[in-house]
């Protein structure tokens, strides 16, 4: 129940088009659910997150979709770019104080020029 | 401002060393995370601190040890390390509370450990 499970592994997606990245929980006591990228030789970094009072939340070319009865949320990068290139990790944790965050197991998102 | 150091950025091991690795944060965040991230399993909490002098098992906690003694600093340690041990460990660390519309954790740049 603690799970976030995430799909496609890997995605390879043509310069411009778009890319989708998606992912289910089971707890619903979530209440937070970050994206996290993560460039070769670096860290994860918080990208764009949404809460579930929102079925919508974008950041220029990155949109998050959620859909609460369904509990999935996604990933959509317009416009993609070879610059975007990269892990890509959904997540979700719950509760007002600090808590673990729950990794999905990631995306490998490659843009080809 | 660095964020999250971590050290060393890469080590090799013999099987049944020991070593440890830091963790350094210059933010005045409350709570520090030890992950590790293996290929295709995403990343897995080790262990966890909510403060200074306090500590917590993660998902994957058997085979390390972490301490807290400072704010600032949480340390990683391998007793007798294995071949299983190898991957990539990355320190991350947030507030305590999650008042910000974009909260989340910091990660260090990680930390590339193989044991042979």
């Known amino acids: 129940q603690q799970q976030v499970k995430q799909s496609p592994q890997s995605l390879i997606v043509q310069k411009g088009g778009i890319s989708i990245i998606n992912c289910a929980y089971e707890n619903t006591a979530f209440d937070y659910f970050p994206w996290y990228q993560q460039f070769p030789g670096k860290g994860p970094a918080l990208l764009i997150a949404?809460?579930?009072?929102?079925s919508e939340k974008k950041e220029g070319r990155f949109t998050i979709s959620f859909n609460k009865s369904a509990k999935q949320f996604s990933l959509h990068i317009m416009d993609s770019q070879p610059g975007d290139s990269a892990t890509y990790f959904c997540?979700?944790?719950?509760?007002?104080?600090?808590?673990?965050?729950?990794f999905g197991s990631g995306t490998r998102l490659s843009i080809r020029p | 401002n660095a964020g999250v150091t971590q050290t060393p950025k890469f080590r090799v091991l013999k099987t049944g060393q020991s070593m440890t690795l830091l963790c350094a944060q210059d933010?005045?965040?409350?709570?520090m995370y030890w992950y590790r991230q293996d290929p295709g399993m995403g990343l897995r909490l080790i262990h966890y601190?909510?403060?200074?002098?306090?500590?917590a098992k993660g998902e994957v906690p058997d085979g390390y040890n972490v301490s807290r003694l400072k704010k600032q600093n949480f340390l990683l340690g391998l007793e007798s390390a294995a071949p299983s041990q190898t991957s990539v460990y990355f320190c991350?660390?947030?507030?305590?509370?999650?008042?910000?519309?974009?909260?989340?954790?910091?990660f260090g740049s990680g930390t590339r450990l193989t044991v042979v």
């Open positions: 991350a660390s947030s507030y305590g509370y999650r008042a910000q519309a974009n909260y989340g954790y910091t």
């Open positions: 997540a979700a944790s719950m509760g007002s104080s600090a808590s673990k965050i729950i």
């Open positions: 601190s909510v403060g200074e002098g306090t500590t």
């Open positions: 933010m005045n965040h409350e709570y």
């Open positions: 949404i809460r579930p009072d929102v």
